[in-house]
Protein backbone atom coordinates (compact mmCIF):
# COMPACT_ATOMS: atom_id res chain seq x y z
CA UNK A 1 0.00 0.00 0.00
CA UNK A 2 3.14 2.32 0.57
CA UNK A 3 3.43 2.21 -3.33
CA UNK A 4 0.61 4.22 -3.74
CA UNK A 5 0.77 7.06 -5.87
CA UNK A 6 -0.74 9.33 -8.70
CA UNK A 7 0.13 7.80 -12.20
CA UNK A 8 2.38 9.85 -14.48
CA UNK A 9 0.47 9.33 -17.38
CA UNK A 10 -2.81 10.25 -16.72
CA UNK A 11 -4.59 12.51 -19.05
CA UNK A 12 -8.38 12.79 -18.18
CA UNK A 13 -10.34 13.63 -15.17
CA UNK A 14 -8.53 14.97 -11.51
CA UNK A 15 -4.98 14.28 -10.54
CA UNK A 16 -4.82 13.13 -6.94
CA UNK A 17 -3.38 15.82 -4.79
CA UNK A 18 -3.78 17.09 -1.24
CA UNK A 19 -6.79 18.72 -2.11
CA UNK A 20 -8.33 16.42 -4.48
CA UNK A 21 -9.02 12.46 -4.96
CA UNK A 22 -7.71 11.39 -7.91
CA UNK A 23 -6.94 7.57 -9.64
CA UNK A 24 -3.62 5.82 -7.59
CA UNK A 25 -1.45 3.12 -8.70
CA UNK A 26 0.61 1.05 -7.07
CA UNK A 27 3.31 -0.40 -9.41
CA UNK A 28 1.85 -4.05 -9.57
CA UNK A 29 -0.66 -3.63 -12.08
CA UNK A 30 -3.57 -2.41 -10.05
CA UNK A 31 -5.50 1.29 -10.74
CA UNK A 32 -7.43 3.18 -8.10
CA UNK A 33 -10.17 5.20 -9.02
CA UNK A 34 -11.81 7.18 -6.09
CA UNK A 35 -15.74 6.40 -6.72
CA UNK A 36 -16.94 9.54 -7.34
CA UNK A 37 -19.22 11.68 -5.57
CA UNK A 38 -23.33 11.95 -5.43
CA UNK A 39 -24.91 9.02 -7.53
CA UNK A 40 -21.91 8.51 -10.37
CA UNK A 41 -19.81 6.61 -8.20
CA UNK A 42 -22.05 4.05 -7.01
CA UNK A 43 -23.52 3.92 -10.72
CA UNK A 44 -20.51 3.25 -12.10
CA UNK A 45 -19.80 0.97 -9.60
CA UNK A 46 -23.41 -1.22 -10.36
CA UNK A 47 -21.86 -1.02 -14.20
CA UNK A 48 -19.01 -3.09 -13.51
CA UNK A 49 -20.55 -5.37 -10.93
CA UNK A 50 -23.31 -6.07 -13.99
CA UNK A 51 -20.82 -6.14 -16.66
CA UNK A 52 -18.34 -8.21 -15.59
CA UNK A 53 -20.61 -11.05 -14.99
CA UNK A 54 -23.20 -10.34 -17.92
CA UNK A 55 -23.38 -14.37 -19.87
CA UNK A 56 -24.11 -12.10 -22.50
CA UNK A 57 -21.10 -10.40 -22.98
CA UNK A 58 -18.38 -12.17 -25.09
CA UNK A 59 -15.15 -13.18 -23.60
CA UNK A 60 -13.16 -11.77 -25.90
CA UNK A 61 -14.99 -8.26 -26.15
CA UNK A 62 -14.70 -8.19 -22.06
CA UNK A 63 -11.27 -9.36 -21.80
CA UNK A 64 -9.78 -6.81 -24.81
CA UNK A 65 -11.42 -3.73 -24.41
CA UNK A 66 -12.18 -3.63 -20.53
CA UNK A 67 -10.56 -3.17 -17.91
CA UNK A 68 -10.81 -5.78 -15.63
CA UNK A 69 -12.64 -5.43 -12.59
CA UNK A 70 -11.27 -6.27 -9.38
CA UNK A 71 -14.21 -4.86 -6.80
CA UNK A 72 -13.76 -2.16 -4.53
CA UNK A 73 -11.40 -1.40 -1.74
CA UNK A 74 -11.10 1.62 1.05
CA UNK A 75 -7.94 3.45 0.63
CA UNK A 76 -6.58 6.27 2.90
CA UNK A 77 -6.42 9.76 1.46
CA UNK A 78 -4.04 12.58 1.18
CA UNK A 79 -6.75 15.26 1.53
CA UNK A 80 -8.86 13.88 4.16
CA UNK A 81 -6.90 11.85 6.88
CA UNK A 82 -9.09 9.35 8.48
CA UNK A 83 -11.31 9.33 6.21
CA UNK A 84 -10.71 6.41 4.13
CA UNK A 85 -12.77 6.53 0.67
CA UNK A 86 -13.86 3.73 -1.07
CA UNK A 87 -12.19 3.22 -4.66
CA UNK A 88 -12.78 0.99 -7.59
CA UNK A 89 -10.00 -1.43 -8.20
CA UNK A 90 -9.28 -2.05 -12.21
CA UNK A 91 -6.42 -3.07 -14.00
CA UNK A 92 -3.47 -0.72 -14.75
CA UNK A 93 -4.32 -0.12 -18.27
CA UNK A 94 -0.39 0.83 -19.30
CA UNK A 95 0.89 -1.32 -16.95
CA UNK A 96 4.29 -2.81 -18.04
CA UNK A 97 4.72 -0.47 -20.92
CA UNK A 98 7.93 1.46 -20.90
CA UNK A 99 7.26 4.90 -22.47
CA UNK A 100 3.05 4.77 -22.52
CA UNK A 101 1.77 6.96 -24.88
CA UNK A 102 -2.09 7.74 -24.00
CA UNK A 103 -4.96 9.45 -25.46
CA UNK A 104 -8.60 9.67 -23.95
CA UNK A 105 -11.05 10.06 -26.63
CA UNK A 106 -14.72 10.77 -25.44
CA UNK A 107 -17.17 8.90 -27.54
CA UNK A 108 -20.60 10.17 -28.86
CA UNK A 109 -22.27 12.85 -30.21
CA UNK A 110 -24.48 13.26 -27.37
CA UNK A 111 -23.16 13.08 -23.79
CA UNK A 112 -26.21 12.76 -21.35
CA UNK A 113 -28.10 9.76 -20.79
CA UNK A 114 -32.18 10.09 -22.58
CA UNK A 115 -33.46 10.35 -18.50
CA UNK A 116 -30.82 13.11 -17.57
CA UNK A 117 -33.14 15.82 -15.77
CA UNK A 118 -33.54 18.79 -18.09
CA UNK A 119 -30.32 21.35 -16.19
CA UNK A 120 -28.42 18.66 -17.05
CA UNK A 121 -29.23 17.98 -20.74
CA UNK A 122 -28.62 21.99 -21.52
CA UNK A 123 -24.98 21.86 -19.65
CA UNK A 124 -23.97 18.82 -21.70
CA UNK A 125 -25.43 19.95 -24.75
CA UNK A 126 -23.79 23.41 -24.68
CA UNK A 127 -20.43 21.51 -23.79
CA UNK A 128 -21.19 18.83 -26.76
CA UNK A 129 -21.59 21.89 -28.99
CA UNK A 130 -18.43 24.04 -27.82
CA UNK A 131 -16.37 21.12 -28.45
CA UNK A 132 -16.16 18.64 -31.17
CA UNK A 133 -18.66 16.12 -29.99
CA UNK A 134 -21.88 16.84 -31.70
CA UNK A 135 -19.67 18.05 -34.82
CA UNK A 136 -17.54 14.65 -35.19
CA UNK A 137 -18.97 12.44 -32.87
CA UNK A 138 -16.27 12.53 -30.26
CA UNK A 139 -13.62 14.37 -28.69
CA UNK A 140 -10.33 14.31 -27.93
CA UNK A 141 -9.86 14.68 -23.41
CA UNK A 142 -6.08 14.36 -23.32
CA UNK A 143 -3.11 12.73 -25.12
CA UNK A 144 0.32 12.22 -23.62
CA UNK A 145 3.35 10.80 -26.05
CA UNK A 146 6.70 10.22 -24.90
CA UNK A 147 9.41 9.21 -26.27
CA UNK A 148 12.27 6.12 -24.92
CA UNK A 149 14.67 8.93 -24.33
CA UNK A 150 12.02 10.19 -21.99
CA UNK A 151 11.00 13.47 -23.54
CA UNK A 152 7.52 13.98 -23.65
CA UNK A 153 4.69 16.32 -25.27
CA UNK A 154 1.22 16.35 -23.69
CA UNK A 155 -2.11 18.35 -24.49
CA UNK A 156 -2.84 20.74 -21.63
CA UNK A 157 -6.52 21.19 -20.65
CA UNK A 158 -7.74 24.81 -21.65
CA UNK A 159 -5.94 24.28 -25.15
CA UNK A 160 -7.36 20.48 -25.71
CA UNK A 161 -11.35 21.65 -24.86
CA UNK A 162 -11.01 24.28 -27.59
CA UNK A 163 -9.89 21.92 -30.17
CA UNK A 164 -11.75 22.08 -33.54
CA UNK A 165 -11.87 19.70 -36.23
CA UNK A 166 -8.41 20.46 -37.83
CA UNK A 167 -7.28 20.08 -34.28
CA UNK A 168 -8.57 16.87 -33.72
CA UNK A 169 -6.45 15.78 -36.76
CA UNK A 170 -3.10 17.22 -35.57
CA UNK A 171 -3.65 15.62 -32.28
CA UNK A 172 -4.17 12.03 -33.71
CA UNK A 173 -1.12 12.92 -36.08
CA UNK A 174 1.09 13.97 -33.21
CA UNK A 175 -0.17 11.03 -31.13
CA UNK A 176 2.22 8.79 -33.35
CA UNK A 177 4.92 11.13 -34.03
CA UNK A 178 7.49 11.22 -32.43
CA UNK A 179 7.91 13.51 -29.97
CA UNK A 180 11.13 15.51 -31.33
CA UNK A 181 9.65 15.80 -34.81
CA UNK A 182 7.21 19.37 -34.03
CA UNK A 183 6.47 18.24 -38.21
CA UNK A 184 4.53 15.33 -36.98
CA UNK A 185 6.44 12.65 -39.05
CA UNK A 186 3.40 10.44 -37.96
CA UNK A 187 6.51 8.21 -38.00
CA UNK A 188 4.59 5.34 -35.85
CA UNK A 189 1.46 5.61 -37.72
CA UNK A 190 1.87 1.82 -39.72
CA UNK A 191 2.85 0.48 -36.77
CA UNK A 192 0.08 1.95 -34.13
CA UNK A 193 -2.68 2.84 -36.27
CA UNK A 194 -2.02 -0.09 -38.96
CA UNK A 195 -1.34 -3.36 -38.96
CA UNK A 196 -2.41 -6.50 -37.65
CA UNK A 197 -3.37 -5.89 -33.74
CA UNK A 198 -3.18 -1.76 -34.20
CA UNK A 199 -5.75 0.58 -33.57
CA UNK A 200 -7.58 0.14 -36.50
CA UNK A 201 -7.90 -3.52 -36.92
CA UNK A 202 -9.26 -3.43 -32.83
CA UNK A 203 -11.35 -0.84 -33.42
CA UNK A 204 -13.30 -2.47 -35.76
CA UNK A 205 -13.31 -5.50 -34.14
CA UNK A 206 -15.18 -3.22 -31.84
CA UNK A 207 -17.70 -1.57 -33.90
CA UNK A 208 -18.72 -5.06 -35.04
CA UNK A 209 -19.78 -5.78 -31.92
CA UNK A 210 -21.67 -2.59 -31.20
CA UNK A 211 -23.93 -3.13 -34.38
CA UNK A 212 -24.86 -5.72 -32.55
CA UNK A 213 -25.28 -5.68 -28.96
CA UNK A 214 -28.46 -4.09 -27.20
CA UNK A 215 -27.26 -4.54 -23.26
CA UNK A 216 -25.55 -1.15 -22.85
CA UNK A 217 -25.40 2.61 -23.58
CA UNK A 218 -22.05 3.86 -22.93
CA UNK A 219 -23.07 7.71 -22.61
CA UNK A 220 -20.44 9.84 -22.13
CA UNK A 221 -17.48 6.88 -22.11
CA UNK A 222 -14.24 7.17 -23.31
CA UNK A 223 -11.41 5.07 -25.47
CA UNK A 224 -8.33 4.67 -24.24
CA UNK A 225 -5.36 4.34 -26.81
CA UNK A 226 -2.40 3.29 -25.06
CA UNK A 227 1.03 2.02 -26.79
CA UNK A 228 4.64 1.36 -25.38
CA UNK A 229 7.20 3.74 -28.16
CA UNK A 230 9.81 1.76 -26.40
CA UNK A 231 8.47 -1.64 -27.81
CA UNK A 232 7.74 0.21 -31.30
CA UNK A 233 11.34 1.41 -31.39
CA UNK A 234 12.59 -1.71 -30.70
CA UNK A 235 10.50 -3.70 -33.05
CA UNK A 236 8.31 -1.72 -35.56
CA UNK A 237 5.84 -3.80 -34.10
CA UNK A 238 2.30 -3.29 -33.11
CA UNK A 239 3.84 -2.11 -29.86
CA UNK A 240 1.64 -3.79 -27.19
CA UNK A 241 -1.30 -1.41 -28.49
CA UNK A 242 -4.26 -0.94 -26.09
CA UNK A 243 -8.27 -0.07 -27.37
CA UNK A 244 -10.20 0.26 -24.11
CA UNK A 245 -13.45 1.71 -22.91
CA UNK A 246 -13.27 3.48 -19.65
CA UNK A 247 -15.32 5.83 -17.35
CA UNK A 248 -19.14 4.39 -16.87
CA UNK A 249 -21.08 6.56 -14.50
CA UNK A 250 -23.25 7.41 -17.15
CA UNK A 251 -23.53 4.10 -18.83
CA UNK A 252 -27.58 3.59 -19.03
CA UNK A 253 -29.29 0.17 -20.13
CA UNK A 254 -29.66 -1.14 -23.76
CA UNK A 255 -33.35 -2.19 -23.40
CA UNK A 256 -32.80 -4.18 -26.88
CA UNK A 257 -31.63 -0.95 -28.82
CA UNK A 258 -28.08 -1.15 -29.95
CA UNK A 259 -25.85 1.92 -28.84
CA UNK A 260 -26.42 4.28 -31.83
CA UNK A 261 -24.35 7.26 -30.77
CA UNK A 262 -21.28 5.41 -29.62
CA UNK A 263 -21.30 3.38 -32.58
CA UNK A 264 -22.31 6.40 -35.08
CA UNK A 265 -19.02 8.19 -32.89
CA UNK A 266 -16.80 5.23 -33.39
CA UNK A 267 -17.32 4.84 -36.58
CA UNK A 268 -15.95 8.15 -37.39
CA UNK A 269 -13.07 7.84 -34.98
CA UNK A 270 -12.33 5.05 -37.55
CA UNK A 271 -12.58 7.66 -40.05
CA UNK A 272 -10.23 10.15 -38.77
CA UNK A 273 -7.69 7.08 -38.04
CA UNK A 274 -7.62 5.56 -41.24
CA UNK A 275 -7.39 9.20 -42.99
CA UNK A 276 -3.70 9.04 -41.75
CA UNK A 277 -2.16 5.67 -42.00
CA UNK A 278 -2.93 4.74 -45.96
CA UNK A 279 -3.49 1.04 -45.13
CA UNK A 280 -2.36 -1.76 -47.21
CA UNK A 281 -5.19 -3.46 -48.35
CA UNK A 282 -6.38 -6.57 -46.61
CA UNK A 283 -6.92 -8.91 -49.48
CA UNK A 284 -5.16 -8.86 -52.87
CA UNK A 285 -7.42 -9.38 -55.82
CA UNK A 286 -7.07 -12.52 -57.64
CA UNK A 287 -5.59 -12.08 -60.86
CA UNK A 288 -6.94 -14.62 -63.89
CA UNK A 289 -4.89 -18.40 -62.94
CA UNK B 1 -51.29 20.26 -65.45
CA UNK B 2 -54.76 19.59 -64.70
CA UNK B 3 -53.96 16.63 -63.26
CA UNK B 4 -52.18 18.30 -60.43
CA UNK B 5 -53.52 16.54 -57.06
CA UNK B 6 -52.12 15.69 -53.46
CA UNK B 7 -50.62 12.04 -53.41
CA UNK B 8 -53.48 10.16 -51.82
CA UNK B 9 -50.03 7.71 -49.87
CA UNK B 10 -48.87 11.02 -48.24
CA UNK B 11 -47.35 10.27 -44.93
CA UNK B 12 -45.27 13.02 -43.60
CA UNK B 13 -45.73 16.90 -43.90
CA UNK B 14 -48.35 19.20 -45.07
CA UNK B 15 -51.53 18.03 -46.94
CA UNK B 16 -52.41 20.77 -50.03
CA UNK B 17 -55.65 22.24 -49.44
CA UNK B 18 -57.35 25.28 -50.05
CA UNK B 19 -55.87 26.74 -46.80
CA UNK B 20 -51.88 25.22 -46.86
CA UNK B 21 -49.29 24.10 -49.68
CA UNK B 22 -48.27 21.13 -49.98
CA UNK B 23 -47.16 18.45 -52.40
CA UNK B 24 -48.89 17.44 -55.78
CA UNK B 25 -48.23 14.94 -58.26
CA UNK B 26 -49.30 14.76 -61.81
CA UNK B 27 -50.32 11.36 -62.63
CA UNK B 28 -46.93 11.17 -64.88
CA UNK B 29 -44.55 10.33 -62.41
CA UNK B 30 -43.65 13.49 -61.37
CA UNK B 31 -43.96 14.78 -57.26
CA UNK B 32 -43.96 18.21 -56.73
CA UNK B 33 -43.21 19.96 -53.66
CA UNK B 34 -43.81 23.38 -52.76
CA UNK B 35 -40.13 25.40 -51.63
CA UNK B 36 -40.64 25.54 -47.90
CA UNK B 37 -40.62 28.89 -45.92
CA UNK B 38 -37.53 31.31 -44.77
CA UNK B 39 -34.58 30.10 -45.53
CA UNK B 40 -35.57 26.20 -45.62
CA UNK B 41 -36.70 25.81 -49.32
CA UNK B 42 -33.43 27.84 -50.39
CA UNK B 43 -31.21 25.25 -49.05
CA UNK B 44 -33.36 22.32 -50.16
CA UNK B 45 -33.10 23.57 -53.57
CA UNK B 46 -29.47 24.17 -52.72
CA UNK B 47 -29.19 20.86 -51.93
CA UNK B 48 -30.44 19.51 -54.46
CA UNK B 49 -28.74 21.09 -57.00
CA UNK B 50 -25.17 20.38 -55.61
CA UNK B 51 -25.71 16.80 -54.98
CA UNK B 52 -27.16 15.96 -58.26
CA UNK B 53 -24.05 17.48 -60.08
CA UNK B 54 -21.65 16.35 -57.18
CA UNK B 55 -18.93 14.29 -58.87
CA UNK B 56 -17.83 12.50 -55.81
CA UNK B 57 -21.23 11.21 -55.12
CA UNK B 58 -21.47 7.28 -56.77
CA UNK B 59 -24.34 7.51 -59.66
CA UNK B 60 -24.97 3.99 -58.17
CA UNK B 61 -26.12 5.74 -54.84
CA UNK B 62 -27.82 8.52 -56.41
CA UNK B 63 -29.72 6.64 -58.82
CA UNK B 64 -30.57 4.07 -55.92
CA UNK B 65 -31.26 6.02 -52.89
CA UNK B 66 -32.45 9.27 -54.04
CA UNK B 67 -35.63 11.22 -55.97
CA UNK B 68 -34.29 12.25 -59.47
CA UNK B 69 -34.05 16.14 -59.63
CA UNK B 70 -35.92 17.67 -62.48
CA UNK B 71 -35.62 21.74 -61.19
CA UNK B 72 -37.98 23.77 -60.30
CA UNK B 73 -41.79 25.30 -61.45
CA UNK B 74 -44.00 27.72 -60.55
CA UNK B 75 -47.63 26.52 -59.84
CA UNK B 76 -50.71 28.01 -59.35
CA UNK B 77 -51.90 26.79 -55.75
CA UNK B 78 -55.81 26.68 -54.45
CA UNK B 79 -54.37 28.61 -51.20
CA UNK B 80 -53.51 31.66 -52.67
CA UNK B 81 -55.04 31.68 -56.32
CA UNK B 82 -52.80 34.33 -59.20
CA UNK B 83 -50.08 33.92 -56.97
CA UNK B 84 -48.09 30.90 -58.29
CA UNK B 85 -45.20 29.25 -55.53
CA UNK B 86 -42.00 27.73 -56.63
CA UNK B 87 -41.88 24.13 -56.21
CA UNK B 88 -39.04 21.40 -56.62
CA UNK B 89 -39.85 18.92 -59.36
CA UNK B 90 -38.62 15.57 -58.21
CA UNK B 91 -39.31 11.31 -59.26
CA UNK B 92 -42.77 10.55 -57.62
CA UNK B 93 -40.75 7.79 -55.12
CA UNK B 94 -44.41 5.61 -55.35
CA UNK B 95 -44.98 6.11 -59.07
CA UNK B 96 -46.00 2.95 -60.96
CA UNK B 97 -47.18 0.91 -57.29
CA UNK B 98 -50.60 -0.46 -57.79
CA UNK B 99 -50.90 -1.08 -53.98
CA UNK B 100 -48.05 1.43 -52.72
CA UNK B 101 -47.27 0.68 -48.45
CA UNK B 102 -45.35 3.64 -47.39
CA UNK B 103 -43.37 4.51 -43.99
CA UNK B 104 -41.70 7.84 -43.41
CA UNK B 105 -38.55 7.29 -40.94
CA UNK B 106 -36.70 10.58 -39.82
CA UNK B 107 -33.20 9.39 -39.23
CA UNK B 108 -30.84 10.46 -36.09
CA UNK B 109 -30.67 10.56 -32.46
CA UNK B 110 -30.28 14.61 -32.98
CA UNK B 111 -32.06 17.02 -36.12
CA UNK B 112 -30.27 19.83 -35.73
CA UNK B 113 -27.36 21.06 -37.71
CA UNK B 114 -24.55 22.00 -35.41
CA UNK B 115 -24.62 26.06 -36.60
CA UNK B 116 -28.26 26.00 -35.36
CA UNK B 117 -29.10 29.21 -33.25
CA UNK B 118 -29.96 28.30 -29.38
CA UNK B 119 -33.84 28.72 -29.25
CA UNK B 120 -34.05 26.26 -32.00
CA UNK B 121 -31.64 23.87 -30.45
CA UNK B 122 -34.00 23.56 -27.56
CA UNK B 123 -36.81 23.14 -29.50
CA UNK B 124 -35.55 20.13 -31.63
CA UNK B 125 -34.08 18.55 -28.42
CA UNK B 126 -37.12 18.41 -26.50
CA UNK B 127 -38.68 17.64 -30.01
CA UNK B 128 -35.77 14.35 -30.39
CA UNK B 129 -36.07 13.73 -26.54
CA UNK B 130 -39.91 13.48 -26.27
CA UNK B 131 -40.23 10.96 -29.29
CA UNK B 132 -37.57 7.91 -29.75
CA UNK B 133 -35.21 9.79 -31.66
CA UNK B 134 -32.30 10.48 -29.17
CA UNK B 135 -32.99 6.53 -27.46
CA UNK B 136 -33.61 4.97 -30.87
CA UNK B 137 -31.58 7.06 -33.31
CA UNK B 138 -34.94 7.50 -35.52
CA UNK B 139 -38.60 7.82 -35.13
CA UNK B 140 -41.20 6.70 -37.47
CA UNK B 141 -43.21 9.90 -38.56
CA UNK B 142 -45.63 7.76 -40.37
CA UNK B 143 -47.31 4.56 -42.29
CA UNK B 144 -49.78 3.44 -44.26
CA UNK B 145 -50.31 0.31 -45.72
CA UNK B 146 -52.70 -1.07 -48.18
CA UNK B 147 -53.85 -3.92 -49.24
CA UNK B 148 -54.53 -5.22 -53.13
CA UNK B 149 -58.59 -5.51 -52.22
CA UNK B 150 -57.76 -1.27 -51.07
CA UNK B 151 -58.08 -1.83 -47.01
CA UNK B 152 -56.25 0.74 -45.86
CA UNK B 153 -54.50 1.24 -42.07
CA UNK B 154 -52.59 4.23 -41.35
CA UNK B 155 -50.87 5.97 -38.50
CA UNK B 156 -52.38 8.99 -37.61
CA UNK B 157 -50.26 12.50 -36.15
CA UNK B 158 -50.29 12.49 -32.59
CA UNK B 159 -50.65 8.69 -31.77
CA UNK B 160 -47.50 8.79 -34.16
CA UNK B 161 -45.74 10.76 -32.13
CA UNK B 162 -46.32 9.45 -28.62
CA UNK B 163 -44.76 6.10 -29.84
CA UNK B 164 -42.65 4.69 -27.20
CA UNK B 165 -39.75 1.87 -28.63
CA UNK B 166 -42.68 -1.15 -28.12
CA UNK B 167 -44.99 1.02 -29.96
CA UNK B 168 -41.80 1.41 -32.88
CA UNK B 169 -41.46 -2.31 -33.06
CA UNK B 170 -45.44 -2.88 -33.68
CA UNK B 171 -45.89 -0.36 -36.68
CA UNK B 172 -42.57 -1.74 -38.29
CA UNK B 173 -44.55 -5.24 -37.85
CA UNK B 174 -47.68 -3.63 -38.77
CA UNK B 175 -45.93 -2.13 -42.33
CA UNK B 176 -45.13 -5.80 -43.54
CA UNK B 177 -48.48 -7.55 -42.05
CA UNK B 178 -51.38 -8.09 -43.72
CA UNK B 179 -53.80 -4.80 -43.89
CA UNK B 180 -57.10 -7.19 -42.59
CA UNK B 181 -54.82 -8.93 -39.78
CA UNK B 182 -55.10 -7.06 -36.84
CA UNK B 183 -52.31 -9.78 -35.22
CA UNK B 184 -49.64 -8.47 -37.53
CA UNK B 185 -49.24 -11.73 -38.64
CA UNK B 186 -45.93 -10.43 -40.60
CA UNK B 187 -46.81 -12.07 -43.79
CA UNK B 188 -44.97 -9.66 -46.05
CA UNK B 189 -41.74 -9.53 -44.04
CA UNK B 190 -39.68 -11.82 -46.02
CA UNK B 191 -40.59 -10.59 -49.09
CA UNK B 192 -39.91 -6.92 -48.47
CA UNK B 193 -37.58 -6.54 -45.16
CA UNK B 194 -35.19 -9.89 -46.16
CA UNK B 195 -33.83 -11.19 -49.50
CA UNK B 196 -32.30 -9.44 -52.04
CA UNK B 197 -33.38 -6.22 -52.94
CA UNK B 198 -35.40 -6.12 -50.36
CA UNK B 199 -35.21 -3.45 -47.64
CA UNK B 200 -32.48 -4.83 -45.55
CA UNK B 201 -30.04 -5.70 -48.32
CA UNK B 202 -31.05 -1.94 -49.45
CA UNK B 203 -30.13 -0.44 -46.25
CA UNK B 204 -27.06 -1.97 -45.64
CA UNK B 205 -25.47 -1.00 -49.04
CA UNK B 206 -26.58 2.88 -47.99
CA UNK B 207 -24.81 2.05 -44.24
CA UNK B 208 -21.68 0.99 -46.44
CA UNK B 209 -21.70 4.56 -48.25
CA UNK B 210 -22.35 6.53 -44.94
CA UNK B 211 -19.55 4.72 -43.24
CA UNK B 212 -17.44 6.60 -46.27
CA UNK B 213 -18.96 9.75 -47.75
CA UNK B 214 -17.87 13.34 -45.94
CA UNK B 215 -19.67 15.31 -48.51
CA UNK B 216 -22.95 15.64 -46.46
CA UNK B 217 -24.94 15.35 -43.20
CA UNK B 218 -28.37 14.67 -43.45
CA UNK B 219 -29.70 16.57 -40.09
CA UNK B 220 -33.31 15.88 -40.22
CA UNK B 221 -33.54 13.83 -43.06
CA UNK B 222 -36.26 10.80 -43.63
CA UNK B 223 -36.10 7.53 -44.97
CA UNK B 224 -39.34 6.47 -47.24
CA UNK B 225 -39.86 2.89 -47.47
CA UNK B 226 -42.47 1.84 -50.17
CA UNK B 227 -43.40 -1.33 -51.67
CA UNK B 228 -46.26 -2.40 -53.55
CA UNK B 229 -48.68 -4.70 -51.69
CA UNK B 230 -50.20 -5.80 -54.96
CA UNK B 231 -47.11 -7.20 -56.78
CA UNK B 232 -45.57 -8.86 -53.88
CA UNK B 233 -49.39 -10.98 -52.98
CA UNK B 234 -48.76 -11.84 -56.79
CA UNK B 235 -45.08 -12.68 -56.89
CA UNK B 236 -43.97 -13.13 -53.44
CA UNK B 237 -40.60 -11.39 -54.53
CA UNK B 238 -40.00 -8.10 -53.61
CA UNK B 239 -42.31 -6.22 -55.23
CA UNK B 240 -40.64 -3.07 -56.69
CA UNK B 241 -38.99 -2.21 -52.72
CA UNK B 242 -37.85 1.42 -52.74
CA UNK B 243 -35.52 2.76 -50.07
CA UNK B 244 -35.02 6.74 -50.59
CA UNK B 245 -33.98 9.53 -48.74
CA UNK B 246 -36.46 12.33 -48.86
CA UNK B 247 -36.26 15.91 -47.00
CA UNK B 248 -33.19 17.97 -47.43
CA UNK B 249 -34.20 21.36 -45.58
CA UNK B 250 -31.76 20.97 -43.26
CA UNK B 251 -28.41 19.47 -44.73
CA UNK B 252 -24.99 20.43 -43.83
CA UNK B 253 -21.79 20.10 -45.33
CA UNK B 254 -19.81 17.40 -44.25
CA UNK B 255 -16.27 18.97 -44.98
CA UNK B 256 -14.28 15.62 -44.34
CA UNK B 257 -16.31 13.84 -41.53
CA UNK B 258 -18.68 10.86 -41.50
CA UNK B 259 -22.61 11.74 -40.92
CA UNK B 260 -22.19 9.81 -37.51
CA UNK B 261 -25.52 10.99 -36.56
CA UNK B 262 -27.15 9.23 -39.75
CA UNK B 263 -24.77 6.36 -40.02
CA UNK B 264 -25.69 5.52 -36.29
CA UNK B 265 -29.85 6.06 -36.56
CA UNK B 266 -29.35 3.57 -39.77
CA UNK B 267 -27.37 1.12 -38.32
CA UNK B 268 -30.30 1.18 -35.23
CA UNK B 269 -32.99 0.79 -37.99
CA UNK B 270 -31.68 -2.22 -39.56
CA UNK B 271 -31.14 -3.82 -36.12
CA UNK B 272 -34.89 -3.10 -35.25
CA UNK B 273 -35.91 -4.48 -38.79
CA UNK B 274 -33.43 -7.41 -38.93
CA UNK B 275 -34.92 -8.51 -35.69
CA UNK B 276 -38.31 -9.03 -37.27
CA UNK B 277 -37.36 -11.22 -40.41
CA UNK B 278 -35.08 -13.95 -39.83
CA UNK B 279 -33.21 -14.07 -42.19
CA UNK B 280 -31.60 -17.13 -44.08
CA UNK B 281 -28.30 -16.92 -44.59
CA UNK B 282 -26.38 -15.23 -47.46
CA UNK B 283 -23.71 -17.72 -47.83
CA UNK B 284 -23.92 -21.62 -47.07
CA UNK B 285 -20.65 -22.88 -44.98
CA UNK B 286 -18.88 -25.24 -47.37
CA UNK B 287 -18.82 -28.37 -46.28
CA UNK B 288 -15.98 -31.32 -47.66
CA UNK B 289 -16.26 -31.84 -51.12
Chains 1, 2 share one sequence.
Not at 45 to 70: G, K, M
Request: contains cysteine.
Amino acid sequence: MSDLRPPENQVGGHRASANKLGPLIDGSGLFYKPLQAGDRGEHELAFYEAFSTHSAVPARIRDTFFPRFHGTRLLPTESRPGEPHPHLVLDDLLAGLEAPCVADIKIGAITWPPSSPEPYVAKCVAMDRGTTSVLLGFRVTGVRVVDPEGAVWRTERPEVKALDTAGVRRVLRRYVSSVADEGMDCALAAAVYGGKGGVLSQLRELKAWFEEQTLFHFYSASILLGYDASAVAASGGAGGVRVKLVDFAHVAEGDGVIDHNFLGGLCSLIKFISDIVPETPQTQPLGPS
